[in-house]
């Protein structure tokens, strides 16, 4: 069974970071790219980030890029996304995503809020 697991957002000040996590299982992860998305209130959800099967590439939504770094530890099974410099517009459910034969899945996500 496929599982993908969010963690690591929380509430921080604008200008701070956070290191979010996708821990996944049920699939072999080192064969598939890997995406965080995240939704705000009210708007449709976004691509923030890819990563290639090995980490070699990465491509950003040009909101976050040089802010925020994904990454991926395949002897984990974790993808992450260190978020630095954060602004209040960053404020959303963060997703972890991958696709396999045509079917995306999806984490439940985890919320981020940056506000003083």
């Known amino acids: 069974q496929v599982q993908l697991v969010e963690s690591g957002g929380g509430l921080v000040q604008p200008g701070g970071s956070l290191r979010l996590s996708c821990a996944a299982s049920?699939?072999?992860?080192?064969?598939?790219?890997m995406s965080w998305y995240r939704q705000a209130p009210g708007k449709e959800r976004e691509l923030v980030a890819t990563?290639?099967?090995?980490?070699?590439?990465?491509n950003y939504a040009t909101s976050v890029k040089g802010r925020f770094t994904i990454s991926r530890d395949n002897a984990k099974n974790t993808v992450y996304l260190q978020m630095n410099s954060l602004k209040p517009e960053d404020t959303a459910v963060y997703y972890c995503?991958?696709?396999?034969?045509?079917?995306?899945?999806w984490g439940k996500g985890t919320q981020v809020t940056v506000s003083s």
């Open positions: 990563i290639t099967t090995t980490g070699g590439s990465t």
């Open positions: 995503k991958f696709v396999r034969w045509g079917a995306a899945y």
């Open positions: 049920g699939f072999t992860f080192s064969s598939y790219p």
